[in-house]
């Protein structure tokens, strides 16, 4: 897909529809892939830390989450389609899971925004397959991380929803990911809560 590079990350100009018909086509083929939802708070903070950004450079798949990343593009006469939202991508990335009946984990948040954002999914998209989910409040290196880590492994979801804020989430994919070889695993911030409001 065609990309504009902003501060050194290449932004996906794929329209959210485009996003969602292409990411679906890569979890039917059984290819792995982590998406990033950017903002321009993502983009400062990468700015100031060659680790995150480093992450941003070798995910797959970089979208532009909010307005500020599409004005900064066309300011580089090298625009973006359109805003693509994490929060709006999940929801399209969920529709397809409904109609694929794709295994879905959802990690991060409390345990009762977890929860009601289960709830709230499931009975928006019953033909989606909850395999899983946990809380995020974890230490990285714990028991707990492992035994979540362990149980991801066994259910093998399709897509893996991770809700632990940034710059925590996107670090926390890049270091599992290798191993979980999820097919679809994107950092979703905020949205569990929104959900589960
Ligand atoms: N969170 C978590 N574990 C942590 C830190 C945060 O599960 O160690 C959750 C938090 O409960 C919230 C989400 O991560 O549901 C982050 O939300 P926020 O809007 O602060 O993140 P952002 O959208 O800025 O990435």
Request: glycine share 8%; charged share 20%; hydrophobic share 40%.
């Amino acid at each position: 897909f065609p990309v504009s590079v902003i501060m050194d990350v290449p932004f996906s100009k794929l329209s959210l529809t485009e996003t969602e018909e292409y990411l679906t086509r890569r979890i039917l083929s059984g290819k792995t892939t982590h998406v990033v939802t950017a903002n321009p708070e993502i983009l400062m903070y990468a700015n100031n830390s060659p680790e995150y950004k480093g992450i941003l450079q070798s995910a797959d798949m970089v979208v532009p989450d909010g307005i500020g990343v599409v004005y900064a593009s066309r300011l580089r006469n090298d625009p973006v389609t359109e805003r693509v939202a994490g929060y709006d991508l999940l929801h399209r990335l969920m529709s397809q899971a409904d109609q694929h009946q794709l295994k879905v984990y959802l990690l991060g948040a409390n345990d009762e925004v977890n929860r009601l954002a289960f709830e709230r999914l499931a009975n928006d998209y019953p033909n989606a397959i909850f395999v899983g989910r946990h809380h995020g409040y974890f230490k990285d290196g714990s028991d707990i991380e492992a035994m979540i880590l362990n149980d991801i492994a066994e259910k093998k979801p399709d897509i893996l929803f991770v809700a632990l804020g940034f710059p925590r989430q996107e670090l926390w994919i890049s270091k599992h990911q290798p191993q979980l070889k999820i097919p679809l695993v994107m950092g979703v911030g905020g949205s569990f809560d929104v959900l589960s409001g």
